[in-house]
C-alpha cells in the first residue's frame, strides 16, 4: 500500500507564484524524499530531509517535515513554466533499503 | 556516466509471450529496484535487490522474475504476459547508508509495455 499521499492531486498556477503541495504518512521514518517527473521521464530527486531534520532549503525549494503530525510540504518559490511536472513524495524507513512513493501532484505552470 | 539505462524504450506482447527488461546502471550502486506506473497509481516496487546476489519481492510480485547478474544489471523477466501488465516500468539503483537506511534513487527512463 501507498505510505505518502500527496494534496492536492493537481496544482494550476501563474509563472512567478509559489506552489505548495503536501504529503501525509502513516508510519516511522528515517528520511523523507521528494522527486520530480517530466511527463514520459523518468523520476529525478530533488530534495533529501531526514526524520530529525525541521526545514531543508534548496535552491528555490523549502521543505519542511513534522514528524508529530507525519507530514512534509515542498515549497517552489517563483515558479517557471519548466516547474510543470508531477511532483511525488517517497518515504523511507526501518533497515529494508526501500522507498515507498505517493501518487503524486500534478503541477501545472502556466506562461 | 550514462545513469541507469533500460531496454527496449517501447514493447508491445501478446497475452502469454514472455520478455525481458534489461537495466543497468554505471555508479557502481549496491541496491537496484523495479518499479510499475500506473495511472493514478503512483510508482509501485515490483523487486529489489539490496546488493548483488540477493533479490526480495516488493509490493506487487506476482507475474514477475528478477536477477541480479552483477553489480551493474538488474532484469526483470515477465514470462507469461498478461493485460493488467500493461504500465511503464522504471528501473532505479542507489547506495544504501547506514543500517540499510535508503538515501536518493536515480532512476532510468523506463519502459513502456503494452500488453494486448
Known amino acids: 500500500s501507498q505510505q505518502g499521499e500527496e494534496d492536492p492531486q493537481a496544482l494550476s498556477i501563474q509563472e512567478g507564484e509559489n506552489a505548495t503541495m503536501n504529503c501525509s504518512y502513516k508510519?516511522?521514518?528515517?528520511?523523507l524524499q521528494w522527486y520530480r517527473q517530466n511527463s514520459g521521464r523518468g523520476l529525478v530527486h530533488l530534495i533529501l530531509?531526514?526524520?530529525?531534520?525541521r526545514e531543508k532549503h534548496s535552491g528555490r525549494l523549502r521543505v519542511t517535515l513534522d514528524t508529530s503530525k507525519k507530514s512534509s510540504s515542498l515549497l517552489i518559490t517563483a515558479s517557471r513554466a519548466a516547474d510543470t511536472a508531477s511532483y511525488f513524495c517517497a518515504t523511507g524507513g526501518g533497515s529494508n533499503y526501500k522507498l515507498t512513493f505517493g501518487k503524486g501532484t500534478l503541477l501545472t505552470v502556466n506562461p | 556516466n550514462a545513469g541507469v539505462t533500460q531496454t527496449p524504450k517501447f514493447q508491445v506482447l501478446k497475452t502469454g509471450q514472455s520478455m525481458t527488461l534489461q537495466c543497468a546502471q554505471d555508479m557502481n550502486h549496491n541496491s537496484m529496484y523495479w518499479y510499475r506506473q500506473d495511472p493514478g497509481m503512483g510508482l509501485r516496487l515490483i523487486y529489489y535487490?539490496?546488493?548483488?546476489?540477493?533479490?526480495d519481492k516488493g509490493e506487487v510480485p506476482n507475474g514477475y522474475n528478477v536477477s541480479r547478474l552483477n553489480k551493474r544489471e538488474f532484469s526483470l523477466r515477465l514470462e507469461s504476459a498478461a493485460p493488467s501488465q500493461t504500465s511503464v516500468y522504471f528501473c532505479?539503483?542507489?547506495?544504501?547508508?547506514?543500517?540499510?537506511?535508503?538515501?536518493?534513487?536515480?532512476f532510468g527512463p523506463g519502459t513502456r509495455l503494452t500488453v494486448t
Open positions: 530531509i531526514r526524520s530529525n531534520e
Open positions: 508510519t516511522s521514518i528515517n528520511n
Open positions: 532505479a539503483s542507489s547506495n544504501p547508508g547506514l543500517a540499510g537506511v535508503s538515501y536518493e534513487q536515480y
Open positions: 535487490s539490496a546488493s548483488e546476489g540477493t533479490t
